[in-house]
């Protein structure tokens, strides 16, 4: 079945350690988004991949960076993982309106 | 005023009742309109589209209305199995690249 595929689905990370999250379609759909998304709240927008144009939101920080080698593929890396970073973390993807979440990566930093 | 606002609940419901959920949004301009569930530490999926004319699926049911800029999602006959967040999502636009703007999210607990 074609879907959104992210690993891993639960991360543990050191405090200020790199760590990075990956997540991969068979859909073919040219836009790929990544959300961070913290309990009770609604998910919020990171970047998006339009092909391979990037487009960061304004109130990204700088210690989320993110890759996207081709059209399967996209990576978020955390540089400095701090405490307030934990949250569950969810790529998308979408070609003519509605997207198709991952299952998302639960990142937990201790 | 929040671009997407819902009602966050909880909305706690008995098993047969019917529900409704209001979802406001502030652009006008906003083209396409959708419901996502979202069950505890699960990534939202797509429950239905809404349509200026309303659509139907099964026991759900979604409208909108553009001249007070709200969508609604009335759920009849209310299963448990529909413990979940509803999540309004408005989009400003039809195709593309779309930048949706996601509401926090209703949270419904049917209880037997």
């Known amino acids: 079945d074609a879907m959104v595929i992210q690993n891993p689905r639960y991360q543990v990370t050191q405090f200020g350690k790199p760590v990075t999250l990956s997540c991969s379609q068979t859909l073919n759909h040219n836009v790929m988004y990544w959300y961070q998304q913290k309990s009770s709240q609604a998910p919020k927008l990171l970047f998006h991949?339009?092909?391979?144009?990037?487009?960061n939101e304004a109130d990204t920080p700088d210690n989320f960076q993110s890759r996207r080698p081709n059209t399967s593929f996209c990576f978020l890396d955390i540089r400095s993982p701090g405490l307030g970073d934990a949250a569950m973390y969810l790529c998308?993807?979408?070609?003519?309106?509605?997207?198709?979440f991952g299952s998302g990566t639960r990142l937990t930093v201790v | 005023r929040k671009e997407v606002e819902q009602d966050p609940g909880p909305f706690n419901v008995p098993e047969g009742a019917t529900v409704a959920f209001n979802c406001t949004y502030s652009n006008s301009a906003s083209q396409s309109f959708f419901w996502y569930r979202q069950d505890c530490r699960k990534e939202p999926k797509l429950l239905m589209s809404?349509?200026?004319s309303g659509n139907e699926d099964g026991r759900f049911t979604a409208q909108l209305n553009r001249a007070s800029q709200y969508i609604s999602l009335l759920i009849r006959d209310s299963k448990l199995s529909d413990s979940a967040t509803y999540l309004c999502v408005v989009n400003p636009s039809w195709g593309g690249y779309q930048k949706v703007t996601f509401g926090i999210g209703t949270k419904l607990q049917v209880i037997p």
């Open positions: 998308a993807t979408s070609l003519d309106g509605g997207y198709t």
């Open positions: 991949y339009y092909d391979k144009d990037f487009n």
């Open positions: 809404v349509y200026s």
